[in-house]
């Protein structure tokens, strides 16, 4: 697909229905690229720069290649490639090729990898992680809610270095 590069203040995306209803494609590396679906995070503005924020548990296989590289990115794909997300969000990339078993087709863009059918792609620079601690929820009940499903998410910021659109918006 051909992507334009815009100024990501210019982009008027929903974070609400892009990250919670639409999610996310987070592409790494390690031995070869790997795609998380996420379906939480966020796009804003911190230290005067832009940023996506992303929420991993420190056990998924993208956690470890989150912490060993500094660059990543956030892929946005178009509707038809629902089934994309359903796979890249239940199997894990350290036995699977998700993207190759997903018939997603990997690009890179100044030496990272992205995927080439997204309609918008985030080239970011991880900037911060930090861990969920049990000290920082104001709501007992959504603690042991968090506390049942595993372990607590990991923060990821990471500053949106470049945002390439392809057709509206």
Avoid at 7 to 28: C, H, K, M, Q, Y
Avoid at 38 to 45: P, T, Y
Avoid at 59 to 74: A, D, H, K, P, W
């Amino acid at each position: 697909m051909a992507w334009r590069k815009t100024d990501p203040n210019e982009w008027n995306a929903s974070a609400f229905r892009v990250i919670g209803r639409e999610w996310l494609l987070l592409v790494t590396e390690g031995e070869r690229p790997n795609a998380m679906t996420a379906s939480w995070g966020g796009f804003g503005m911190l230290w005067n720069r832009p940023v996506v924020l992303l929420w991993v548990r420190p056990e998924r296989y993208s956690y470890g290649l989150l912490t060993q590289n500094e660059r990543f990115s956030v892929c946005v794909l178009p509707e038809r490639y629902r089934e994309a997300y359903r796979i890249c969000g239940s199997l894990s990339g350290r036995k699977t090729d998700k993207i190759a078993r997903s018939g997603l087709t990997v690009q890179r863009v100044n030496g990272v990898a992205c995927i080439r059918e997204s309609r918008a792609v985030l080239l970011c620079r991880r900037q911060y992680t930090q861990a969920m601690i049990p000290q920082g929820y104001a709501e007992p009940a959504l603690l042991e809610e968090v506390r049942a499903k595993g372990n607590p998410h990991h923060l990821f910021i990471g500053e949106v270095e470049e945002l390439l659109l392809a057709g509206e918006g």
